[in-house]
């Protein structure tokens, strides 16, 4: 399994994201209680997220993603994703 950092900049449309934001919450605790997200949280300005994911490869989490309410939604306006190689932390098992 390889871990991913995902940074999301969100759209201009504030109100169609704070729509969909709860089916978006909803979906990313689905995948917490699953192992898939390991944390998740907006920035202090609301501006974008943050999100580590721990997927097979970056095709099964563009999959994930994809799966995401905001994506169909349209109200990210890039999705930044990083192969990362977390050294230290608390939720660390390997």
């Known amino acids: 399994?390889?871990?991913f950092a995902?940074?999301?900049v969100f759209g201009p449309d504030n109100e169609k994201r704070l729509a969909v934001r709860p089916a978006h919450?909803?979906?990313?605790?689905?995948?917490?209680?699953?192992?898939v997200v390991l944390a998740a949280g907006p920035y202090a300005d609301?501006?974008?997220?943050?999100i580590i994911y721990e997927a097979a490869d970056e095709a099964a989490?563009?999959?994930i993603i994809s799966n995401?309410?905001?994506?169909?939604a349209n109200?990210?306006?890039?999705?930044?994703?990083?192969?990362?190689n977390a050294l230290l932390g608390s939720w660390l098992t390997d």
């Not at 919450?25 to 192992?35: F, M, Q």
């Not at 995401?68 to 169909?72: K, M, N």
């Not at 109200?75 to 990362?84: D, F, N, P, T």
């Open 1 to 3: 399994m390889a871990r």
């Open 46 to 50: 609301d501006t974008g997220a943050l």
């Open 25 to 35: 919450r909803e979906y990313i605790a689905s995948l917490s209680e699953k192992g």
């Open 6 to 8: 995902v940074e999301l």
């Open 61 to 63: 989490l563009k999959e």
């Open 75 to 84: 109200v990210v306006a890039k999705w930044e994703i990083r192969a990362w």
């Open 68 to 72: 995401d309410p905001y994506t169909p």
